[in-house]
């Protein structure tokens, strides 16, 4: 049952890839460029889970269990990016000019570093059961996973900022869920993946409004 669940989780992150894909078109954009990477890698995690306990142990699982970890190490960080680009959308001031959102790209690429070495150089394959799901996990894991979780709060933060410029509260209250779901996820599997859908749903939302003109001209 908790397979189907990552099944229909994997579904709704496509109908939502679909959407940025064809917001991307209206607005070419370069954040949204980037949430399609995002969107692609959380659709690939959770296939991949949703179908394990069917293909069962072996070399097979394994190696499309390893694309699920080299992607969320390389990917996942992205999303602070995807939130500054939103953030000077809408014209917050601290966004503004070159030096701040360039220090939040130093800030990614050591996430993506620190992720690379955690999820991918020291990459431990074993196999893991939880409920009917059968998946890859990273034995040589220690502790929580400071890179996603600092995207985590960078993603809270600016949507503070987003409801104290543009009275828009759904960025945060994604960071909100997500940040719950992160935590809640040690313990039951699937809420973490359901946290993420429900980030990728606010920051479509983000994308998707209509931009007020005072936000434009600030911008």
């Not at 790209?105 to 996430?111: E, H, N, P, S």
Request: net charge positive; aromatic share 6%; charged share 10%.
């Amino acid at each position: 049952m908790v397979s189907v669940l990552f099944g229909l989780i994997a579904v709704a992150e496509i109908a939502l890839l679909g959407l940025v894909i064809a917001l991307r078109r209206r607005q070419p954009d370069w954040t949204l460029s980037l949430l399609v990477l995002v969107v692609l890698a959380l659709i690939y995690d959770n296939v991949v889970v949703a179908i394990g306990s069917t293909l069962g142990e072996g070399s097979l699982l394994r190696s499309l269990s390893l694309p699920r970890y080299v992607t969320h190490a390389l990917l996942v960080p992205l999303l602070i990016m995807v939130a500054v680009g939103l953030g000077r959308r809408y014209g917050v001031r601290f966004l503004a000019g070159r030096v701040v959102p360039a220090w939040f790209g130093v800030l990614t690429l050591l996430l993506i570093a620190a992720g690379a070495r955690a999820d991918i150089v020291t990459l431990d394959l074993q196999p893991t059961r939880y409920a009917d799901t059968l998946r890859y996990t990273n034995a040589a894991a220690n502790g929580p996973p400071i890179p996603a979780i600092i995207a985590i709060l960078v993603m809270i933060a600016i949507g503070v900022a987003l409801l104290v410029r543009a009275r828009w509260p759904w960025l945060l209250a994604g960071g909100l869920v997500m940040f719950a779901a992160a935590g809640a996820g040690a313990a039951v599997l699937w809420l973490s993946n359901l946290g993420e859908l429900v980030l990728i749903l606010t920051v479509w939302l983000t994308a998707a409004r209509p931009q007020p003109r005072e936000a434009l001209i600030a911008a």
